[in-house]
């Protein structure tokens, strides 16, 4: 590789809805590229892209594949990412990492909800964006639909640069607008070049002029003279096109059958005479000291580069993918430095990924995407340089919240002791899970992206880490508190035989406002009960506390006044007044009026218009109120209040309720009291419970 400079990198994401043929095309594009013998399937499980054990048994990427080609001196590295809603955050970090979109709507399919997700991404990023119409062979196949849709609901600047020859069964070929030629494909896969086929050839010629009027644009003397109606020379064309490219100002839409291997050739001649390079995309944003600074695709400036995902193989150990934005490393004694943590990482050295297969190398420049085994402390979103180099850092990848939880529980005690170690390797590696243990529930809630998601994470603990975990709907944490004041005296009396025992309190109970927590006042005059004992007291209440009389939750917001008690000379000490208070604390919370409160969630949903209607009408089931809507874009806000204990399945309900084209977030808000007759459930299954144990 020893010269190699970033004007010849290619890199761009395979960025689409779940089952579009991203997979199916980078497999192609291998193929074609005379890196794979025979072409794998999805559906066989022996693609390049899926190459775990799950992916391969449900037939879907769930991670994002970093493929690396050689092609016309250009190094191309393409990060084939999964398009089910549940792995949206693998397709958002790609996106950001890349210089390009390769957004693939399927020609039967057309625009589908992920495919706006993929749009909106690179819109965010500012990434360049090329349109794939795929599956042209299929039955139903409509290049002229698609590209309609595409045009209506994305952009005017999607503009064909291959069109269709023959649809379905008879889709053979392509028309390269650009070139004026045709590749018309033998059933073998082997294709000729020719001259578009005379039906075909003024759409062609009328194509190229749609994108030569976009393309001048980007020059205003080469514009000038076209508009004078002098020919644009190729060179020029190719020129500016690119440029348009890269700024987003024309959005070529090419097409092609993966499966049939139709068009593949052509896509990847496009890929490397047009995909934007890392010059061409520009600097990058990063901060110094919360000042903002651009960071320039310098092979000579100092080196730096963003972790983006972080692999852990059970055998091969844990790999770091980098996505470098400036300077020059070489592995040879040579350290990394994670400015994120302050600490060198050693380096032995760099891999070209494609698959799970890495091909070492030795250095790596700006525009470079690689692979890292056995960083230590690098994770995701952490910015690398050399020590004494670049101490800028880059803006962290965000990923969306986890929005569906689950309480796990180990299934035998070996399984326990391998819990925490399997969760530490499986939270590095993804992004968009979270683990916590309840401080109240004491439920180890595991928290991802939707049912799937968390299937799969189960699995592969399993099949990994030898994991096994049961799970269930994790617990509400809900509280207790007290309604009315109330005075009960606890007297803990045992006198017959040896060293006795004696406390005696009486303390009111006053409720608190919401959110007040837990008052303690010592009213007690004249030593009814001597000084050494009130500590006791107070201790007690707050051990009580934690376990209320009426379902087993904790008591929160109200004030104990201890005001009265009698005490024993030598039978007291700090022991008979703690369980004194216990009997007084649970008569007195009884005769209290208690209630139980449970958490009421913030929730933001973000739905497309026409579903509103439905989503606003499920808040109310759910004993929910609207806070208010807003437009957000194209799609509407609509914010509420709903209680937790109703919101466990959300991500899953909301889903359907929506064709996928819902999302929706959620933060803790405040406790409110719970409906009686809710309560008097949750009680009683608290008592079956208590029965049991
Ligand atoms: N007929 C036909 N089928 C295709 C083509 N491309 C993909 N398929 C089929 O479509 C299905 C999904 O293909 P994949 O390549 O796995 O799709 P994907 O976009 O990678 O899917 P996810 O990664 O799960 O989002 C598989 O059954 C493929 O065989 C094509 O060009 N023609
Ligand atoms: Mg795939």
């Known amino acids: 590789m020893g010269s190699r400079q970033p004007e010849n990198t290619r890199s761009f994401t395979l960025a689409a809805h779940g089952g579009a043929g991203k997979t199916t095309l980078a497999e192609a594009m291998l193929f074609c590229n005379g890196q794979v013998s025979r072409m794998g399937k999805t559906e066989a499980g022996n693609t390049v892209s899926d190459f775990t054990s799950e992916e391969q048994k449900r037939q879907i990427s769930i991670g994002a594949s970093l493929l690396t080609m ?36 399927s020609a039967v399919g057309g625009v589908e909800v992920q495919t706006g997700r993929a749009w909106e991404y690179a819109s965010e990023n500012a990434s360049p964006v090329v349109f794939y119409i795929s599956k042209m062979d299929r039955e139903n196949a409509d290049f002229g639909k ?23 069964a008879s889709f053979k070929g392509v028309v390269d607008v650009l070139r004026g030629k045709a590749y018309i494909y033998a059933a073998d896969g082997s294709f000729t070049e020719g001259e578009a086929p005379a039906d075909m050839a003024e759409a062609a010629a009328s ?81 110094k000291d919360g000042a903002p600074v ?20 059970p055998y091969v150990g844990k790999l770091s993918f980098i996505r470098v934005h400036s300077g020059t490393l070489s592995s040879e004694g040579n350290n990394i430095y994670n400015i994120k943590k302050g600490e060198d990482e050693r380096v032995s050295t760099f891999k070209l990924m494609t698959g799970k297969d890495g091909k070492d190398v030795k250095e790596i420049i700006a525009g470079d995407i690689v692979a890292i085994p056995k960083l230590q402390s690098t994770k995701v979103g952490h910015t690398l340089a050399v020590k004494g180099g670049a101490s800028y850092l880059f803006p962290h990848i965000e990923f969306p919240l986890p929005v569906y939880s689950v309480a796990v529980v180990a299934k035998t005690r070996a399984d326990e002791d391998k819990l925490g170690n399997a969760i530490s390797k499986t939270l590095e590696e993804d992004r968009s899970l979270t683990f916590e ?39 509400v944490p809900y509280r207790e508190t007290i309604k009315k004041t109330s005075e009960a005296q606890g007297k803990h009396k045992k006198q ?47 051990e009580y506390m934690g376990k209320g009389p009426l379902a087993g939750f904790p008591v929160v917001d109200f004030k104990a006044e201890l005001f009265f008690g009698s005490y024993h000379d030598v039978d007291s000490s700090e022991m ?19 209630a139980l409160l449970e958490p009421v969630m913030n929730v933001e949903v973000i739905v497309p218009e026409p579903c509103m209607g439905d989503v606003m009408g499920d808040f109310s089931g759910r004993r929910g109120r609207i806070i208010g809507t807003e437009a957000r874009g194209r ?50 299954a608290h008592k079956r419970e208590e029965e049991e144990e």
């Open 576 to 594: 008979s007044f703690k369980l004194a208070t216990r009997l007084s604390f649970r008569k007195g919370v009884m005769d209290a009026s208690p």
């Open 437 to 475: 243990k309840n401080p109240e529930t004491h439920d180890n809630v595991l928290s991802g992206m939707g049912d799937l998601h968390i299937d799969i994470v189960l699995a592969k603990m399993k099949e990994r880490y030898g994991v096994d975990l049961d799970v269930k709907t994790p617990q």
């Open 496 to 542: 017959s035989g040896g060293h006795g025992q004696y406390g005696d309190v009486s303390i009111r109970y006053t409720p608190l406002e919401r959110g007040a927590g837990f008052e303690f006042v010592d009213k007690i005059v004249g030593g009814a009960i001597p000084k050494n004992y009130i500590p006791a007291v107070e201790k007690g209440l707050h």
């Open 207 to 287: 194509a190229k002029e749609i994108l030569v009027e976009a393309a001048v644009e980007m020059d205003d003397a080469l514009m000038e003279r076209y508009l004078e109606g002098e020919a644009v020379s190729d060179a020029d064309l190719a020129r500016v096109l690119r440029a348009a490219i890269a700024k987003r100002r024309v959005m070529p839409v090419l097409m092609g059958s993966a499966a049939m291997n139709v068009g593949v050739h052509q896509l990847l001649d496009f890929i490397v005479d047009y995909f934007p390079s890392p010059l061409d995309r520009g600097p990058v944003k990063a901060e």
């Open 635 to 684: 799609l509407q806000v609509v914010k509420g209040q709903v209680p937790l204990a109703e919101m466990f399945r959300y991500a899953i309900i909301l889903r359907s309720m929506t064709s996928g084209q819902g999302s929706f977030s959620m933060s803790p808000s405040h406790y409110e009291e719970v409906p009686a007759d809710i309560a008097k459930k949750v009680i009683a």
């Open 146 to 168: 698609v590209l309609s849709d595409v045009k209506e609901q994305f952009s005017p600047n999607a503009l064909p640069v291959f069109l269709p020859i023959g649809a379905e």
């Open 294 to 313: 651009e960071v320039v695709p310098d092979v000579s400036a100092p080196f730096s580069a963003l972790c983006f995902k972080v692999m852990v193989d």
């Open 70 to 105: 050689e092609r016309a001196g250009k190094t191309l590295f393409a990060l084939d990412a999964p398009g089910f809603a549940d792995f949206t955050g693998e397709m958002s970090a790609a996106i950001r990492v890349t210089d390009a979109t390769l957004i693939l709507v």
